[in-house]
T-cell receptor, first 113, second 114 residues
Framework: KAGVTQTPRYLIKTRGQQVTLSCSPISGHRSVSWYQQTPGQGLQFLFEYFSETQRNKGNFPGRFSGRQFSNSRSEMNVSTLELGDSALYLC????????????FGQGTRLTVV | GESVGLHLPTLSVQEGDNSIINCAYSNSASDYFIWYKQESGKGPQFIIDIRSNMDKRQGQRVTVLLNKTVKHLSLQIAATQPGDSAVYFCAEILITSGTYKYIFGTGTRLKVLA
């Protein structure tokens, strides 16, 4: 059974650009959550999608958005990139919504220059 | 403000000994707690969870203890092995009207000494 797949693994963008990250959950999992991880702030929850609807949202500005497709695959988008957006972006999938045993991908390392 | 923190940033343990990793939380209304393990270059891995109406839960070689009186959470790893070397962090989840608020600790690095 394939795990959570995130693409790309590494990304370098310039300040002001926008970026889209992709996450393919484990087959059968309907919930996908996104997180930002930085050395200074640790892991922070961005949002959760379940059945194509955003169910939970963390405390991030509107520049951070996401969506989920009918096959449960999810994308997150960050517009008008700032240097502080440099981070490891992690996606996790689980069978159901809300806190439960979630399986994380390896993340996308985004560097904003 | 609300926070979840760890007392020790680095913990070194002899192989075969038991490890105890601690976490303090500030929101007494939190409903659910999770411990994660993160190895270098990998995403976090769910270890064990506990609901606020419990004070202890055991898994395979791991035990989580919840002390709501002092708002303290701990992860005990029995017979620590080299493969246990990683960063461990706790998460606190507050459930309100069907929405979930996640607060993560910054992490403790566990080093297992051979």
């Amino acid at each position: 059974k394939a795990g959570v797949t995130q693409t790309p693994r590494y990304l370098i963008k310039t300040r002001g650009q926008q970026v889209t990250l992709s996450c393919s959950p484990i087959s059968g999992h309907r919930s996908v959550s996104w997180y930002q991880q930085t050395p200074g702030q640790g892991l922070q929850f961005l949002f959760e999608y379940f059945s194509e609807t955003q169910r939970n949202k963390g405390n991030f500005p509107g520049r951070f958005s996401g969506r989920q497709f009918s096959n449960s695959r999810s994308e997150m988008n960050v517009s008008t990139l700032e240097l502080g957006d440099s981070a490891l972006y992690l996606c996790a999938s689980s069978l159901d919504r809300g806190p439960s045993e979630a399986f994380f991908g390896q993340g996308t390392r985004l560097t904003v220059v | 403000g609300e926070s979840v923190g760890l007392h020790l940033p680095t913990l070194s343990v002899q192989e075969g000994d038991n490890s105890i990793i601690n976490c303090a939380y500030s929101n007494s209304a939190s409903d659910y707690f999770i411990w994660y393990k993160q190895e270098s270059g990998k995403g976090p891995q769910f270890i064990i969870d506990i609901r606020s109406n419990m004070d202890k839960r055991q898994g395979q070689r791991v035990t989580v203890l919840l002390n709501k009186t002092v708002k303290h959470l701990s992860l005990q790893i029995a017979a620590t092995q080299p493969g246990d070397s990683a960063v461990y962090f706790c998460a606190e989840i507050l459930i309100t009207s069907g929405t979930y608020k996640y607060i993560f600790g910054t992490g403790t690095r566990l080093k297992v000494l051979a």
